[in-house]
């Protein structure tokens, strides 16, 4: 194994979330009159904490989401997680892989630790993540693309950042793993390779994954 920690995002990693997420997004945010496509939402937001998404819009248009948006926004993306989440095709044989080869791995997701939770229990992937391998964006000041998350990720498993690599499938998420000093493999599966140029590799599927990290 070349790297001490291998820390995973969460949505479009290790659940096929990012679909529902954006679909729902895209609707929230037409709903409050800041027309938003499938596509715009994928491109715009995509890995964003959502803080950054509130910034954003504020940016664009002058105007404030509401108090409740977050609320709102999670609410319909929790539901439709019940009805329609699976894991990512492949992300729980390489979590099986790297259990039985004591390789250490967390999570460090811009979701929050509701929102990864919730995943996790409606695909299954709980079995392989108790509450110390778990990191969200509301645990550090600044989201991704700062180099924040992946910091407290490692410091928190005890790993030097240069000793870590990071799996992602989203133009910030890599940006910030960069930014942390440490090895990022792409995820291209969502992502078209250009947006992720700047990743250490790029895979197109989880199965290629265990060979790369080896």
Not at 144 to 166: I, N, S, T, Y
Request: glycine share 8%; charged share 25%; aromatic share 8%.
């Amino acid at each position: 194994m070349r790297y001490d920690l291998v820390i995973f995002d969460n949505d479009g990693v290790l659940v096929d979330s990012e679909p529902i997420s954006n679909r729902l997004l895209a609707a929230c945010l037409t709903e409050l009159g800041h027309p938003t496509s499938y596509e715009d939402s994928i491109r715009d937001y995509m890995g964003s904490a959502m803080h950054r998404i509130h910034d954003l819009v504020l940016e664009r248009t002058g105007k404030r989401l509401p108090d409740d948006f977050d609320d709102v926004f999670h609410a319909r993306v929790f539901a439709a997680f019940q009805r329609e989440l699976r894991p990512v095709a492949g992300a729980a044989d390489v979590l099986e892989k790297l259990a039985v080869d004591g390789t250490p791995y967390c999570v460090a997701s811009s979701g929050s630790h509701e929102r990864i939770r919730v995943g996790h229990r409606a695909t299954g992937l709980d079995r392989w993540f108790g509450e110390e391998r778990i990191f969200s964006s509301q645990d550090v000041g600044r989201g991704k693309p700062a180099p924040d998350l992946f910091l407290h990720a490692a410091d928190r498993m005890g790993v030097a950042a240069e000793k870590c690599v990071v799996v992602e499938d989203s133009p910030l998420g890599v940006q910030a793993a960069v930014a942390a000093g440490m090895d990022v493999y792409g995820f291209t599966a969502m992502t078209p390779a250009a947006r992720l140029a700047d990743a250490t590799q790029l895979f197109s599927r989880m199965e290629e994954l265990a060979d790369l990290l080896t």
